[in-house]
């Protein structure tokens, strides 16, 4: 188990991450989300005692990183951007990983099969693809066989087959009883990936809930609908009591009412529509709602369309909504 308390980091005037209470437990893989920037990378290197945080506690089982004895064998973790002595050769790399750490040498053998790294063991790592370092960085995680995992932005780069790997490998570290934490700014990715979600903007807490209470919470079901007249329609929607929001180009977005419902309720009002249809809210709005507040400094290079709303494109998980 992991467990942040009040955990705060100042860079000068700026709080990069600021009084984040939260615990992540074994067993399940809790997934870290917030948009780029938003101190997700910072809480990682405190958990790993290589920043010092400016206030607050984290501690690992109970205990603060530099205190644990042997350290990989209780947490291993993926950092972003992860150096490796480019150098060394695989197989070097992770046996003075080993050594240092009073790790049998025989688990270098075992983590490299696990990363399908054993072909290209002797090679030296500054040769090594993206998708190659990513694994030898994997595999230096789990080299102390750690009942806590830890991955920063893992899929960062990856081909798809690369990601499809690390989402079974972590969901199957967690089914073996184990702590799995990742951080990510993808919704998309998260979403097949994580029981649990612990999300940030701007350093600060936003959400930490299950997967499925938070899809439940979020899948906002309404209905798309545009009419010529504007006011009659909305005369007659509020006179059957269903919530309407305005969407911006005119159309109108109506809550707790099926499109049958509405589309028999204009015809008895003889009112003309041009747009009847059902729409699903997708996790990833549920996402830029939760952090549109966080998200200041988006609106300065976006216009607003209205109160609490992100224009489509402009959203800090512009990546996700580009990959469909
Ligand atoms: P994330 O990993 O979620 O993208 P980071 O933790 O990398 O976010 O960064 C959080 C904020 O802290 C950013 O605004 C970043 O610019 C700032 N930051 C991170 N590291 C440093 C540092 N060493 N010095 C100054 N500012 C930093
Ligand atoms: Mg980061």
Same mark, same amino acid.
């Given at each position: 188990? =992991?467990?942040?308390? /009040?955990?705060?980091?100042?860079? $000068?005037?700026?709080?990069?991450?600021?009084?984040?209470?939260?615990?992540?437990?074994?067993?399940?893989?809790?997934?870290?989300?917030?948009?780029?920037?938003?101190?997700? *990378?910072?809480?990682?290197?405190?958990?790993?005692?290589?920043?010092?945080?400016?206030?607050?506690?984290?501690? =690992?089982?109970?205990? %603060?990183?530099?205190?644990?004895?042997?350290?990989?064998?209780?947490?291993?973790?993926?950092?972003?951007? #992860?150096?490796? @002595? $480019? /150098?060394?050769?695989?197989?070097?790399?992770?046996?003075?990983?080993?050594? *240092?750490?009073?790790?049998?040498?025989?688990?270098?053998?075992?983590?490299?099969?696990?990363?399908?790294?054993?072909?290209?063991?002797? #090679?030296?790592?500054?040769?090594?693809?993206? $998708?190659?370092?990513?694994?030898?960085?994997?595999?230096?995680?789990?080299?102390?066989?750690?009942?806590?995992?830890?991955?920063?932005?893992?899929?960062?780069?990856?081909?798809?087959? /690369?990601? %499809?790997?690390?989402?079974?490998?972590?969901?199957?570290?967690?089914?073996?009883?184990?702590?799995?934490?990742?951080?990510?700014?993808?919704?998309?990715?998260?979403?097949?990936?994580?029981?649990?979600?612990?999300?940030?903007?701007?350093?600060?807490?936003?959400?930490?809930?299950?997967?499925?209470?938070? =899809?439940?919470?979020?899948?906002?079901?309404?209905?798309?609908?545009?009419?010529?007249?504007?006011?009659?329609?909305?005369?007659?929607? @509020? $006179?059957?009591?269903?919530?309407?929001?305005?969407?911006?180009?005119?159309?109108?977005?109506?809550?707790?009412?099926?499109?049958?419902?509405?589309?028999?309720?204009?015809?008895?009002?003889? =009112?003309?529509? @041009?747009?009847?249809?059902?729409?699903?809210?997708?996790?990833?709005?549920?996402?830029?709602?939760?952090?549109?507040?966080?998200?200041?400094? %988006?609106?300065?290079?976006?216009?607003?369309? /209205?109160?609490?709303?992100?224009?489509?494109?402009?959203?800090?998980?512009?990546?996700?909504?580009?990959?469909?």
């Amino acid at each position: 188990m =992991i467990e942040l308390e /009040g955990l705060t980091k100042r860079y $000068g005037e700026k709080v990069a991450v600021n009084n984040l209470t939260f615990a992540v437990r074994p067993g399940v893989v809790t997934g870290f989300l917030g948009p780029n920037g938003a101190g997700k *990378s910072t809480t990682m290197r405190m958990i790993l005692g290589l920043d010092r945080p400016t206030a607050g506690d984290v501690r =690992i089982d109970g205990r %603060h990183y530099d205190r644990l004895k042997d350290p990989l064998t209780y947490i291993g973790a993926l950092l972003e951007a #992860k150096s490796v @002595h $480019g /150098g060394r050769s695989a197989y070097h790399h992770l046996l003075w990983m080993a050594q *240092s750490n009073g790790i049998p040498t025989r688990r270098v053998r075992e983590v490299l099969d696990t990363v399908g790294l054993s072909a290209v063991a002797g #090679k030296k790592a500054k040769g090594f693809s993206l $998708g190659m370092s990513q694994r030898l960085g994997i595999a230096a995680a789990l080299l102390g066989d750690p009942r806590i995992l830890m991955f920063d932005e893992p899929v960062n780069g990856l081909d798809p087959e /690369g990601i %499809h790997w690390i989402r079974t490998l972590m969901k199957a570290l967690a089914a073996e009883g184990r702590t799995v934490f990742v951080s990510s700014h993808l919704m998309s990715e998260m979403a097949l990936t994580a029981d649990h979600l612990v999300v940030i903007g701007q350093g600060r807490l936003l959400a930490d809930t299950s997967m499925a209470d938070f =899809i439940a919470r979020n899948s906002r079901s309404y209905v798309r609908v545009r009419t010529p007249q504007r006011e009659r329609l909305l005369d007659v929607l @509020h $006179g059957a009591g269903v919530t309407v929001a305005e969407a911006g180009s005119g159309a109108l977005e109506a809550d707790g009412s099926t499109a049958e419902q509405i589309g028999e309720l204009a015809a008895r009002h003889q =009112i003309v529509l @041009h747009e009847l249809s059902p729409q699903q809210a997708s996790l990833e709005e549920a996402f830029m709602r939760l952090t549109a507040e966080s998200v200041e400094y %988006h609106a300065q290079t976006a216009p607003a369309v /209205g109160a609490g709303q992100v224009p489509p494109g402009q959203g800090q998980w512009g990546d996700d909504r580009r990959r469909g």
